[in-house]
């Protein structure tokens, strides 16, 4: 079939019509006004020819007049990539021999420069892609534009945007021309621009039909012609929306607050690593006293603040417990949230909602005892957590006597959270206090830099100490180094798998570090025992370190003395201008360099047990595979434990299931904005604070680390594969202890979210190299090869003139 009426074309057709004319296909049978037309379809395309003698009659049916001939390709207008403007348009043709060129153009559009690099971006294969081409009767508008059925710029799903002009649309939709702009909610506004009340009404409902029909918000393009009638061009999802929240069931608004880059987390989780951090999380806050819900939106980990904002006593000091994990851009939006009259303080007090003054007095108790412990005795309490640590990582293995798939998962059900974690817990809280508590305290003695200054070098991080023994591995490759340096990491991990790579030491280094890896947390993602090719990518940084004195060891070494040094001209001062705060200061300062690097090591001891379990689930997933259920051993990720025991239990098939999540996981994958906090109509609600000024250029973040670096930007989406030579200054969204390896070589940091005492921030320190973190889109404002000024004290990010073009094979 080479020609077909638009009127015959169903939603089923994508593949032989095009995403653009199943859309109008299924907007016709739905009894939406669409100028008539016919479609080319991509078997006419496949050949290669167009089918003249089809094309010529079905354009005599439409009365031979003037024509709009659009591209509708396979991979267009689908739910996560819209091919907006990407292939051609060609309007007002008349005539045979132009309307047979247009479509030509229309199918050489297909592998021009811009769809290309598009499909390119979402990761869509070039072959499989197919041309359709749809012709239909022009429409002279009177008025034109486009409408969407949700915000675009917010992501409010209570509200629509008009973007109208006088015209043909191809003025709004490629920014010709200056355009109306609508927002249609329930706020009455006095009429103004091109278009009539009567008119807006008309798209809201249409707007309003149009998202319950397709059961997504929808991207439309429409034209209002003379006569006042309404055609409508295109209805395609809107791909640029972050997903919205569940339905909550109740009337008032939710905010919800993204938790996952807490972790350095970014990316979406799988379902099993989500079902597990649901609980897990919610269990670590509920041991201190807070009862959070955790909502899966968008594959990413949000808690639910409600409670605690509408919370008389908590809502007062939400905005300062966010400081330490969550950061600035957490803070900035929360503080909004609770101006909010809508989030005002209900009545019955902080106890409904689990407060932080809720904790029990048992739980208080024991963390008063802890803390104080750890202050008084930090030897004793990094001694006590090793050994904590060690039992762990002894009880995280299965019993010898696992033979079965429903053994295995009994074994995967069974499992209880660890009831003896004080020997961890408070040491760290410990130290979390005795680094923040002295900014406070030497108010007008010392400012945030000199502070942070005492916590370089900080002895005691597990993360740390893995970083230098992969340093120590590279440093000691000697006749293996330029096998190390020529040869794909990818290629490197897979003999080392096989056992067919000479001993380098990876074997020694990852039976201590190989239960860690990228996004660690999540059970879905491999291990570095199981994929390490993200660590052969740092060995072979590490080995183009040519010049010693940069190398980590010694500029560990280097900003160890300097932080010993800062602390004592700290405390000298701090104790001649102001003696009892002084003394306090200087000794929560020794006891953050004595227990704040024990942070790293709660999550270390946690990933055993992450370890074990992903190793059974694996064994099941293999099981299902052998017995049909499954097409490979990892989709078990792509379900709940839940799930797993129906397709043990009951041979349930869930094959269906994972393909349709691996899909939406890849689609996610994709994603590059993440919303801090979102409100329950889809808002994000850092889209509706007030701009701030960009001044010159210069990116402002927050300076997380002192010290001022200029250098080229590696901007870096999977630190897996990066390629980052001494001196590039490494820009990411975000960072966790995967990402660390890359730091050796970094001349300085640049992140989109982050707290001051997240991971990356306190591993740049730690370091001595700069960072600033919270720089809202780094790694589309900045370009790889770009000249920047990296400024930890001051917290700015200065760009230098135009990016130079990427390096072949750097990602």
Same mark, same amino acid.
């Given at each position: 079939?080479?020609?077909?009426?638009?009127?015959?074309?169903?939603?089923?057709?994508?593949?032989?019509?095009?995403?653009?004319?199943?859309?109008?296909?299924?907007?016709?049978?739905?009894?939406?006004?669409?100028?008539?037309?016919?479609?080319?379809?991509?078997?006419?395309?496949?050949?290669?020819?167009?089918?003249?003698?089809?094309?010529?009659?079905?354009?005599?049916?439409?009365?031979?007049?003037?024509?709009?001939?659009?591209?509708?390709?396979?991979?267009?207008?689908?739910?996560?990539?819209?091919?907006?403007?990407?292939?051609?348009?060609?309007?007002?043709?008349?005539?045979?021999?132009?309307?047979?060129?247009?479509?030509?153009?229309?199918?050489?559009?297909?592998?021009?420069?811009?769809?290309?690099?598009? /499909?390119?971006?979402?990761?869509?294969?070039?072959?499989?892609?197919?041309?359709?081409?749809?012709?239909? /009767?022009?429409?002279?508008?009177?008025?034109?534009?486009?409408?969407? #059925?949700?915000?675009?710029?917010?992501?409010?799903?209570?509200?629509?945007?008009?973007?109208?002009?006088?015209?043909?649309?191809?003025?709004?939709?490629?920014?010709?021309?200056?355009?109306?702009?609508?927002?249609?909610?329930?706020?009455?506004?006095?009429?103004?621009?091109?278009?009539?009340?009567?008119?807006?009404?008309?798209?809201?409902?249409?707007?309003?039909?149009?998202?319950?029909?397709?059961?997504?918000?929808?991207?439309?393009?429409?034209?209002?012609?003379?006569?006042?009638?309404?055609?409508?061009?295109?209805?395609?999802?809107?791909?640029?929306?972050?997903?919205?929240?569940?339905?909550?069931?109740?009337?008032?608004?939710?905010?919800?607050?993204?938790?996952?880059?807490?972790?350095?987390?970014?990316?979406?989780?799988?379902?099993?690593?989500?079902?597990?951090?649901?609980?897990?999380?919610?269990?670590?806050?509920?041991?201190?006293?807070?009862?959070?819900?955790?909502?899966?939106?968008?594959?990413?980990?949000?808690?639910?603040?409600?409670?605690?904002?509408?919370?008389?006593?908590?809502?007062?000091?939400?905005?300062?417990?966010?400081?330490?994990?969550?950061?600035?851009?957490?803070?900035?939006?929360?503080?909004?949230?609770?101006?909010?009259?809508?989030?005002?303080?209900?009545?019955?007090?902080?106890? /409904?909602?689990?407060?932080?003054?809720?904790?029990?007095?048992?739980?208080?108790?024991?963390?008063?005892?802890?803390?104080?412990?750890?202050?008084?005795?930090?030897?004793?309490?990094?001694?006590?957590?090793?050994?904590?640590?060690?039992?762990?990582?002894?009880?995280?293995?299965?019993?010898?006597?696992?033979?079965?798939?429903?053994?295995?998962?009994?074994?995967?059900? *069974?499992?209880?959270?660890?009831?003896?974690?004080?020997?961890?817990?408070?040491?760290?809280?410990?130290?979390?206090?005795?680094?923040?508590?002295?900014?406070?305290?030497?108010?007008?003695?010392?400012?945030?830099?000199?502070?942070?200054?005492?916590?370089?070098?900080?002895?005691?991080?597990?993360?740390?100490?893995?970083?230098?023994?992969?340093?120590?591995?590279?440093?000691?490759?000697?006749?293996?180094?330029?096998?190390?340096?020529?040869?794909?990491?990818?290629?490197?991990?897979?003999?080392?798998? /096989?056992?067919?790579?000479?001993?380098?030491?990876?074997?020694?280094?990852?039976?201590?570090?190989?239960?860690?890896?990228?996004?660690?947390?999540?059970?879905?993602?491999?291990?570095?025992?199981?994929?390490? #090719?993200?660590?052969?990518?740092?060995?072979?940084?590490?080995?183009?370190?040519?010049?010693?004195?940069?190398?980590?060891?010694?500029?560990?070494?280097?900003?160890?003395?300097?932080?010993?040094?800062?602390?004592?001209?700290?405390?000298?001062?701090?104790?001649?201008?102001?003696?009892?705060?002084?003394?306090?200061?200087?000794?929560?300062?020794?006891?953050?360099?004595?227990?704040?690097?024990?942070?790293?090591?709660?999550?270390?001891?946690?990933?055993?047990?992450?370890?074990?379990?992903?190793?059974?689930?694996?064994?099941?997933?293999?099981?299902?595979?052998?017995?049909?259920?499954?097409?490979?051993?990892?989709?078990?990720?792509?379900?709940?434990?839940?799930?797993?025991?129906?397709?043990?239990?009951?041979?349930?098939?869930?094959?269906?299931?994972?393909?349709?999540?691996?899909?939406?996981?890849?689609?996610?994958?994709?994603?590059?904005?993440?919303?801090?906090?979102?409100?329950?109509?889809?808002?994000?609600?850092?889209?509706?604070?007030?701009?701030?000024?960009?001044?010159?250029?210069?990116?402002?973040?927050?300076?997380?680390?002192?010290?001022?670096?200029?250098?080229?930007?590696?901007?870096?989406?999977?630190?897996?594969?990066?390629?980052?030579?001494?001196?590039?200054?490494?820009?990411?969204?975000?960072?966790?202890?995967?990402?660390?390896?890359?730091?050796?070589?970094?001349?300085?940091?640049?992140?989109?979210?982050?707290?001051?005492?997240?991971?990356?921030?306190?591993? *740049?320190?730690?370091?001595?190299?700069?960072?600033?973190?919270?720089?809202?889109?780094?790694?589309?404002?900045?370009?790889?090869?770009?000249?920047?000024?990296?400024?930890?004290?001051?917290?700015?990010?200065?760009?230098?003139?135009?990016? *130079?073009?990427?390096?072949?094979?750097?990602?």
């Amino acid at each position: 079939m080479h020609v077909i009426a638009l009127s015959e074309v169903t939603a089923a057709m994508t593949a032989l019509v095009g995403g653009k004319a199943a859309g109008l296909g299924e907007l016709i049978r739905h009894g939406e006004r669409v100028p008539d037309g016919f479609c080319v379809t991509t078997e006419a395309h496949r050949l290669g020819v167009v089918p003249t003698a089809e094309v010529v009659a079905a354009y005599q049916r439409l009365g031979a007049g003037p024509v709009a001939v659009r591209s509708s390709a396979t991979a267009e207008d689908l739910p996560d990539a819209s091919f907006a403007g990407q292939q051609d348009t060609v309007l007002n043709v008349t005539g045979t021999a132009e309307l047979i060129a247009a479509i030509e153009k229309c199918w050489a559009s297909l592998h021009g420069d811009r769809a290309t690099a598009y /499909r390119d971006a979402r990761g869509i294969d070039h072959q499989t892609v197919l041309m359709a081409v749809v012709v239909q /009767r022009m429409v002279t508008p009177a008025v034109a534009g486009v409408l969407f #059925t949700a915000n675009p710029l917010t992501g409010r799903r209570d509200e629509m945007a008009v973007d109208a002009a006088a015209g043909l649309g191809t003025t709004v939709v490629d920014g010709a021309t200056a355009v109306d702009h609508y927002v249609l909610d329930d706020v009455t506004r006095d009429q103004a621009g091109c278009l009539t009340a009567t008119q807006l009404a008309r798209l809201r409902a249409t707007g309003e039909r149009l998202q319950a029909h397709f059961g997504c918000p929808q991207d439309v393009e429409w034209a209002i012609d003379a006569d006042d009638v309404l055609w409508l061009l295109q209805s395609r999802p809107i791909t640029s929306l972050f997903p919205a929240p569940p339905p909550s069931g109740k009337p008032l608004p939710r905010v919800y607050l993204e938790f996952g880059h807490v972790q350095g987390m970014r990316q979406p989780v799988t379902p099993m690593g989500m079902s597990t951090l649901r609980a897990q999380i919610a269990a670590m806050l509920a041991a201190l006293g807070v009862r959070v819900e955790i909502v899966d939106i968008g594959g990413r980990l949000y808690g639910d603040l409600t409670d605690l904002a509408r919370d008389r006593s908590s809502r007062k000091r939400l905005v300062k417990l966010l400081a330490v994990d969550f950061g600035p851009r957490a803070q900035a939006v929360m503080q909004h949230v609770l101006a909010d009259p809508r989030f005002a303080p209900t009545g019955g007090g902080a106890r /409904r909602g689990g407060a932080p003054g809720g904790a029990s007095l048992r739980t208080a108790g024991r963390a008063v005892v802890g803390i104080l412990r750890a202050l008084a005795r930090p030897e004793a309490a990094r001694t006590r957590m090793a050994e904590a640590i060690e039992q762990l990582r002894v009880r995280s293995a299965a019993p010898a006597d696992l033979r079965t798939t429903a053994d295995r998962l009994r074994f995967l059900q *069974a499992q209880d959270a660890d009831d003896s974690a004080d020997a961890i817990m408070w040491p760290i809280v410990a130290g979390m206090l005795a680094t923040a508590l002295p900014t406070a305290l030497l108010k007008g003695v010392a400012n945030p830099d000199e502070i942070h200054a005492v916590l370089g070098g900080m002895p005691h991080n597990v993360t740390i100490e893995m970083d230098l023994a992969l340093w120590r591995l590279a440093q000691d490759a000697g006749e293996h180094r330029e096998l190390l340096l020529d040869t794909p990491p990818a290629e490197l991990a897979a003999r080392h798998l /096989r056992g067919t790579l000479p001993d380098i030491g990876m074997a020694a280094f990852l039976d201590v570090y190989g239960h860690r890896g990228v996004a660690e947390v999540d059970l879905g993602v491999p291990r570095w025992a199981e994929e390490p #090719t993200p660590v052969f990518a740092a060995v072979a940084n590490y080995l183009r370190v040519t010049d010693p004195q940069q190398g980590p060891d010694q500029r560990f070494q280097r900003a160890a003395s300097a932080a010993e040094t800062a602390l004592r001209e700290l405390t000298t001062r701090a104790r001649r201008r102001r003696p009892v705060r002084g003394r306090l200061a200087g000794f929560l300062l020794r006891r953050a360099r004595s227990l704040a690097g024990l942070r790293e090591a709660g999550k270390f001891a946690g990933l055993y047990s992450l370890r074990e379990t992903r190793r059974q689930l694996l064994l099941i997933g293999a099981d299902l595979h052998d017995s049909g259920l499954l097409d490979q051993p990892d989709d078990i990720m792509f379900l709940t434990l839940d799930e797993a025991h129906t397709a043990v239990h009951q041979g349930v098939d869930l094959r269906g299931t994972v393909t349709a999540r691996r899909a939406v996981h890849r689609r996610e994958l994709r994603r590059r904005t993440v919303p801090v906090a979102l409100l329950s109509d889809g808002t994000d609600v850092e889209t509706v604070l007030p701009a701030t000024p960009t001044g010159d250029g210069t990116l402002a973040g927050v300076g997380a680390s002192a010290g001022r670096v200029t250098g080229p930007a590696r901007v870096v989406h999977d630190p897996g594969s990066a390629h980052v030579e001494p001196g590039d200054i490494l820009v990411a969204a975000t960072t966790d202890p995967g990402w660390t390896p890359l730091f050796l070589t970094a001349a300085a940091l640049v992140t989109e979210t982050g707290a001051i005492m997240a991971h990356g921030p306190t591993v *740049a320190r730690e370091y001595g190299i700069p960072a600033v973190i919270c720089v809202p889109d780094a790694t589309r404002t900045i370009t790889t090869g770009q000249l920047i000024t990296v400024d930890g004290g001051a917290g700015t990010v200065t760009p230098h003139g135009p990016s *130079a073009p990427e390096q072949e094979g750097r990602p």
